[in-house]
Nanobody, 119 residues
Framework: QVQPVQSGGGLVQAGGSLRLSCATS????????MTWFRQAPGKEREFVAA????????DYADSVKGRFTISRDNAKNTVYLQMDNLKPEDTAVYYC????????????WGQGTQVTVSS
């Protein structure tokens, strides 16, 4: 089992930036694709970004493309989500998980971190 532990997040004004981190443990934790989701109050959880474990190919939701960047440091078993030009509609609890954007029953999820963007 790989247990992701998240850090980062907080309160920022519109147009600002934040970086989220997701550190995983376990001998093979760097060999997982990793994905970020978010859930705003009263809304469904939605895909944000994903990165493969091997060549580091990335995938983004249209709503964040050009503003968010997902990256990973396999030596540190950590995945990052750099969020620039934040908008109030980005306000949500952000979660990282192992695996692709397809949610499966054996995925390991981080504890979630609040991101609040004020207008």
């Amino acid at each position: 089992q790989v247990q992701p532990v998240q850090s980062g997040g907080g309160l920022v004004q519109a147009g600002g930036s934040l970086r989220l981190s997701c550190a995983t443990s376990g001998r093979t934790s760097s060999r997982y694709a990793m994905t970020w989701f978010r859930q705003a109050p009263g809304k469904e959880r939605e895909f944000v970004a994903a990165i493969s474990w091997s060549v580091g190919s990335t995938d983004y939701a249209d709503s964040v493309k050009g503003r968010f960047t997902i990256s990973r440091d396999n030596a540190k078993n950590t995945v990052y989500l750099q969020m620039d030009n934040l908008k109030p509609e980005d306000t949500a609890v952000y979660y990282c998980k192992t695996g692709s954007r397809v949610v499966g029953p054996y995925d390991d999820w981080g504890q979630g971190t609040q991101v609040t963007v004020s207008s």
